[in-house]
């Protein structure tokens, strides 16, 4: 295929170099963020990214006669202005492909040198797709499938970030499309979803993935009481003392040697009551911590619900945490749930898995009080050793300032939408590898849906448009215009039943 030339390299001062050159667009059209290849002489060819374009005209740089011409008939009048416009575009040297094979630039294209846009197959391989990868949209300016390999992308854990109603929600359930469209051979991973929106309750009721997904509404979730340590009610409650913890070692000891059969809250607190503490203060305060597990109402006496043994492969676990007012009882939730998940990883009783978190800053927040990080310890765990066992996190955010430092610069790969918030934004540029000056200031004119793939999922990063969803969306919570008009007919129709009751 013989292509049309984009421009011709020249010298600037400090270019063409290694890691950049500017070429002269020969009129046809070059767009800030595509990708340009120069062929070399040695028959290799040196990948690029158009980092920047300007304009120039002579006829413009002087501003004394500028002011003076446009004083008169103006400059176009006078001049051929028009036809002594050129555009110069900065790119950013990428790679070389040479012997198919990349490697990094030793020697800088000359200048005179030809551009050509670049060849897709190569781009393909470039940019470090995988044909069986996971397709969540095109690459921009280029007729490019994003497809990302599940291992790059998810293996070592991949965060989500972006400000509110940028998109992160549609991306995600776009990824959970293609990880449950996935075949056997390919290899399939099984997902569980913490929805604290209501947000993925869509995949349930879908045609067509509905039949892989296990929704379970939070008031339906319990967990029996007899499966507790000691320890784990230590961490949920960080402040019971030494003493208060020594009875209900005593005592949960005591309760789990007599009933096999579990037991129940009621049977807890009276074994404290009856436990030989002399101190009163120290049962009682026991007692209040108990209760206030108690209200939460999931513990249970033998009642199991989800089952997380029975996780399969291509299957999607959806906990609806959208009812749930109480965040303490969310993070404690997320703590049991991803510790379970992680254990029976570990013992290889379900397959590889991807816990799936949205609003990780609550789960997961960098300056929490102890009583408020109850889970980020097990996402932090996760985050640090899951892909050794095949236990990966997915965090979504919308603050990424307040996520804990530790679990997001362990997530290998960002995926950044629209961010305007300039803290967020030095937060995610420390954190992210990859993202220099230019390209965090691309992040704030993202438009939604657009997204700025970072880390190890790509060689490069690289900008994509998310593609719209295949499944069926469907939230709880309509939108506000929405709200206000049901509001409103709702209450039309109380009042005319009103008056024709009267
Ligand atoms: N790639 C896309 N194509 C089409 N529509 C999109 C795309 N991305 C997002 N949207 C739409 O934009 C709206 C906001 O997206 P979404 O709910 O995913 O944002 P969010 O970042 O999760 O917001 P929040 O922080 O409030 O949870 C939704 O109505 C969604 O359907
Ligand atoms: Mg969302």
């Not at 604290?196 to 296990?214: K, N, V, W």
């Not at 898995?353 to 789960?363: G, Q, T, V």
């Not at 307040?402 to 803290?423: E, F």
Request: hydrophobic content about 40%; charged content about 25%.
């Amino acid at each position: 295929m013989i292509m049309n030339s984009l421009g011709t390299i020249i010298t600037t001062e400090q270019s063409p170099s290694t890691t950049e050159f500017t070429f002269v667009v020969n009129g046809a059209k070059v767009l800030k963020g595509q990708y340009v290849q120069v062929p070399m002489q040695d028959g290799g060819m040196i990948f690029g990214f158009v980092n920047e374009i300007t304009k120039a005209n002579r006829y413009f740089e002087r501003p004394e006669s500028v002011a003076e011409f446009e004083k008169g008939s103006g400059i176009k009048s006078n001049f051929p202005v028009d036809s002594w416009e050129y555009e110069l575009a900065l790119v950013k040297i990428l790679g070389k492909f040479a012997a198919n094979k990349f490697a990094r630039v030793f020697h800088p294209p000359s200048p005179g040198m030809k551009i050509y846009e670049a060849e897709n197959s190569i781009l393909k391989s470039f940019l470090g797709f995988d044909e069986k990868g996971l397709d969540i949209g095109t690459i921009e300016h280029h007729d490019v499938p994003a497809k990302l390999s599940l291992t790059r992308l998810v293996q070592k854990h991949l965060a989500i970030l972006a400000m509110s109603g940028a998109g992160k929600s549609h991306l995600a359930s776009v990824l959970l499309e293609e990880l449950l469209s996935r075949k056997k051979e390919d290899g399939r991973i099984a997902v569980v979803a913490i929805d604290i929106h209501g947000e993925y309750l869509g995949f349930a009721h879908d045609p067509s993935l509905g039949r892989q997904c296990t929704l379970v509404d939070c008031a339906e979730l319990r967990f029996p009481l007899k499966k507790l340590s000691t320890e784990t009610i230590a961490q949920w409650v960080p402040d019971l003392s030494a003493p208060q913890r020594e009875v209900l070692r005593q005592v949960l000891g005591l309760l789990k040697a007599k009933k096999d059969q579990g037991f129940s809250f009621k049977e807890l607190i009276e074994a404290v009551d009856a436990s030989d503490v002399s101190k009163d203060e120290v049962k009682r305060a026991l007692k209040r911590t108990l209760n206030e597990l108690k209200n939460y109402r999931f513990l249970s006496r033998k009642t199991e619900n989800p089952k997380l043994g029975t996780l399969r492969p291509g299957n999607m676990l959806i906990l609806d945490f959208s009812a749930i007012d109480s965040l303490r009882k969310k993070q404690i939730l997320v703590s049991l749930i991803a510790k379970r998940l992680f254990m029976l990883r570990k013992k290889n009783k379900i397959p590889p898995f991807l816990l799936l978190i949205e609003e990780a800053h609550n789960f997961a927040r960098e300056k929490a009080e102890e009583r408020d990080a109850v889970s980020r310890s097990i996402i932090e765990t996760i985050a640090r050793e899951g892909r050794k066992f095949g236990a990966a996190i997915c965090l979504i955010s919308q603050r990424p300032v307040n996520l804990s430092t530790t679990a997001l610069s362990q997530c290998n790969t960002h995926i950044i939408l629209r961010v305007t918030n300039p803290n967020d934004l030095d937060h995610i540029q420390m954190s992210s590898e990859g993202i220099d000056s230019r390209v965090a200031k691309s992040i704030t004119s993202l438009k939604v849906g657009e997204a700025l793939i970072v880390g190890e999922a790509v060689n490069y990063p690289v900008f994509v448009s998310v593609r719209e969803r295949r499944s069926q969306k469907r939230e709880r919570g309509l939108p506000l215009h929405q709200q206000a008009i049901d509001f409103e007919e709702k209450a039309k129709k109380k009042e005319k039943g009103a008056e024709a009751f009267i």
